[in-house]
């Protein structure tokens, strides 16, 4: 059973800095990594997919790495903004198509401006 | 562009009770999926649909069911509501004829048991 991990739990940092969130999981037979974005009582926004076959994707500021081999994904934030004050999660299902991601805890990131 | 609809965004029952949340997927998705998220906890997967068939199946328990219909929208029932039920259930489409199988989110039920 796919296992994930986030650390840290919480991170505050000032506004412009750049920050890294990392995930890691216990199944190197994942197939899709989601790192996901949740305000305080909101939905999840899908901000990143990495499949299995690419090792990393950008979305604007924000970039995400994955490396089945060590067990880990990165989502790093460049020039951090007070608006990027979230809940991130990342998630991750084990391929064989309509599969149920597993999530970890995820990280409280705080942007003080 | 279209999102995940989910209703009702707020529901409130007593214990015992039942309650059937709707989701609606995006237009052209042929996957569905549910999850439940407890207070401060992460999300849980419950249960998927691929086509019309159940496809994967997590943590729902027993007096929990869901189908998903010919139009592709999908309900979750729930009977004999705990007062432990109370937490945002999310679905979520994704197609698995597209590339990737990204899942997209709708913005939840809150659901609260008295």
């Known amino acids: 059973k796919q296992e994930v991990t986030q650390i840290p739990a919480a991170l505050s940092v000032p506004e412009g800095e750049n920050l890294v969130l990392n995930c890691s999981f216990t199944?190197?037979?994942?197939?899709?990594l989601q790192w996901f974005r949740q305000d305080p009582g909101k939905g999840l926004t899908s901000l990143l997919l990495?499949?299995?076959?690419?090792r990393e994707q950008t979305s604007g500021r924000l970039n995400a790495s994955l490396d089945k081999s060590s067990g880990r994904s990165t989502l790093y934030i460049a020039a951090s903004q007070p608006g990027d004050s979230a809940t991130y999660l990342c998630?991750?299902?084990?391929?064989?198509?309509?599969?149920?991601?597993?999530f970890g805890k995820g990280t409280h990131l705080i942007i003080q401006p | 562009a279209a999102g995940v609809i989910q209703s009702p965004r707020h529901l409130i029952k007593e214990k015992r009770e039942t309650a059937t949340l709707k989701c609606y997927p995006i237009p052209r998705h042929d996957t569905v999926y549910w999850y439940q998220q407890g207070p401060g906890q992460d999300p849980q997967f419950l249960i998927s649909f691929y086509e019309k068939m159940q496809s994967d199946k997590g943590s729902i328990p027993d007096r929990f069911s869901a189908q998903q219909f010919s139009d592709y929208h999908s309900e979750l029932n729930m009977s004999s509501l705990e007062l432990g039920d109370s937490a945002l259930y999310f679905c979520?489409?994704?197609?698995?004829?597209?590339?990737?199988?990204?899942?997209?989110f709708g913005p939840g039920t809150r659901l609260t048991v008295t």
């Open positions: 998630a991750g299902d084990s391929g064989g198509g309509a599969d149920g991601l597993t």
């Open positions: 979520a489409s994704s197609s698995l004829l597209g590339p990737g199988g990204e899942q997209y």
């Open positions: 199944d190197s037979a994942i197939y899709n």
């Open positions: 990495i499949q299995s076959s690419q």
